[in-house]
């Protein structure tokens, strides 16, 4: 049974940098970062590949950076320049990922991490 | 405001059927794209509950199901329960976000 869990600063003040980490207890292939407000709902804000590759919410405006360490079972996010729009729950969730006969990419999330808050304030 | 539109609210008493609605457009649900919708019970994280339009992933009672036509999809919740009480979200693809969306989520209330 896979489990996840985000661990990280509750507070962070504006301007500076939002580092999450999210440990799993066993491997995939695709791992996400999505976070929820009051004001605006769930917002995913990118993935990563075991490979290192990764993708990402353009709406951030190249603020994230994700990165993966395979052998310790862990990935991370790092959030630039925050501010108190990016006050939020923040979850990491395994990425349920196929494709259809099409062959367009699908995507969905099948296990989620428990949340954690991140205050933006001074 | 999300590109998915759902509404805010919906409700029932025990027993009775729901839908939900998911609106979408040609660059999301209209061009391909599966929904997954997911419920999120108070103070919880979200958990799927129909993956691919209309799968239930175990563990999930058959009371759920889904559908897609077009540029839209639903949820049908039937046999309401008081424990299906939460927060349901729709989710999906856009091909010009470049990106997955969800959609604003709607509070299910069991009278």
């Known amino acids: 049974h896979v489990q996840l869990q985000e661990s990280g600063p509750g507070l962070v003040k504006p301007s500076q940098t939002l580092s999450l980490t999210c440990t799993v207890s066993?491997?995939?292939?695709?791992w996400n970062w999505i976070r929820q407000s009051a004001g605006k709902g769930l917002e995913w804000i990118g993935r990563i590949y075991t490979s290192g590759a990764a993708n990402y919410n353009p709406s951030l405006q190249s603020r994230g950076t994700i990165s993966i360490d395979t052998s310790k079972n862990q990935f991370s996010l790092k959030l630039i320049s925050v501010t108190a729009a990016d006050t939020a729950v923040y979850y990491c969730?395994?990425?349920?990922?196929?494709?259809?006969?099409?062959?367009?990419?699908?995507?969905?999330?099948?296990?989620w991490g428990q949340g954690t808050t991140v205050t933006v304030s001074s | 405001q999300s590109v998915l539109t759902q509404p805010p609210s919906v409700s029932g008493a025990p027993g009775q059927r729901v839908t939900i609605s998911c609106a979408g457009s040609n660059s999301n649900i209209g061009a391909g794209y599966d929904v997954h919708w997911y419920q999120q019970l108070p103070g919880t994280a979200p958990k799927l509950l129909i993956y691919a339009n209309t799968n239930r992933p175990s563990g999930v009672p058959d009371r759920f199901s889904g559908s897609k036509s077009g540029t839209s999809a639903s949820l049908a919740i039937t046999g309401l329960h008081t424990e299906d009480e939460a927060d349901y979200f729709c989710?999906?693809?856009?091909?010009?976000?470049?990106?997955?969306?969800f959609g604003g989520g709607t509070k299910l209330t069991v009278l």
């Open positions: 989710q999906s693809y856009d091909i010009n976000l470049y990106g997955v969306l």
């Open positions: 969730a395994r990425e349920l990922h196929y494709y259809d006969d099409s062959g367009y990419e699908m995507i969905a999330f099948d296990m």
């Open positions: 066993s491997g995939s292939d695709y």
